[in-house]
């Protein structure tokens, strides 16, 4: 069972546009990451967001914390080339300090 | 500053071998763990550790096996591999006090291959 869901898990867009990714769960987590990977390398933070209802934005990037800490949101603001790679949320747990991800939504950014 | 440090970085084992993956971090961090990342996915925990000398199952936990012997290493035993184990491995570690950032250290990552 994937306590994380992320959607979608493709999105091929054109360069310029705005789009939203999404990270879902039943579960209440402590704090939400969200990291970016490139091929071939380990997955790389982008953001950790801990208070319910916070928001967070770095340069076109905003993110998001569900008010119940239970789901995280990203969107970007006139996607570019390099925002190309593979966007995975990782949540947190106090009762087993375990960090779990989701299955990440793979993001192409067309020139 | 090494990190974290992943040996090997590629390995080709027959189906039934045994072999042991080792993560070594220089951060003094006390949280460790071992996933694995397989095409299209993110990454699956296998097993984790708070601690030395202490160590948990994780979502995946079947088929491995792990030890935790000294604070900076973390190891990733395989007794009879399969070729469902083959995978990415990542190896990471965050110190106790994670609330600050949340920020998990990554390996670069094994890529094992079984035949």
């Known amino acids: 069972t994937q306590l994380l869901e992320q959607s979608p898990q493709f999105l091929s867009i054109q360069e310029g546009e705005n789009l939203t990714v999404y990270c879902n769960s039943s579960?209440?987590?402590?704090?939400l990451q969200w990291y970016r990977q490139e091929p071939g390398e380990g997955p790389v933070l982008l953001v950790t967001?801990?208070?319910?209802?916070e928001v967070k934005k770095l340069k076109r990037l905003t993110f998001q914390f569900g008010d119940a800490r239970k789901d995280s949101s990203l969107h970007i603001t006139a996607a570019q080339p390099g925002d190309t790679g593979l966007y995975l949320c990782?949540?947190?747990?106090?009762?087993?300090?375990?960090?779990?991800f989701g299955k990440g939504t793979r993001l192409h950014i067309l020139p | 500053n090494a990190g974290v440090t992943q040996t090997p970085k590629f390995r080709v084992l027959k189906t039934g071998q045994s072999m042991t993956l080792l993560c070594a971090q220089d951060?003094?961090?006390?949280?460790m763990y071992w996933y694995r990342q397989d095409p299209g996915m993110g990454l699956r925990l296998i097993h984790y550790?708070?601690?030395?000398?202490?160590?948990a199952k994780g979502e995946v936990p079947d088929g491995y096996n792990v030890s935790r012997l000294k604070k900076q290493n973390f190891l990733l035993g395989l007794e009879s591999a399969a070729p469902s184990q083959t995978s990415v491995y990542f190896c990471?570690?965050?110190?106790?006090?994670?609330?600050?950032?949340?920020?998990?250290?990554f390996g670069e990552g094994s890529r094992l291959t079984v035949l």
């Open positions: 951060m003094n961090h006390e949280y």
């Open positions: 990471a570690s965050i110190p106790r006090d994670r609330e600050n950032t949340g920020e998990l250290f």
């Open positions: 990782a949540g947190g747990m106090n009762r087993d300090d375990k960090i779990i």
């Open positions: 550790s708070v601690g030395e000398g202490t160590t």
């Open positions: 579960s209440v987590f402590s704090s």
């Open positions: 967001v801990v208070t319910g209802g």
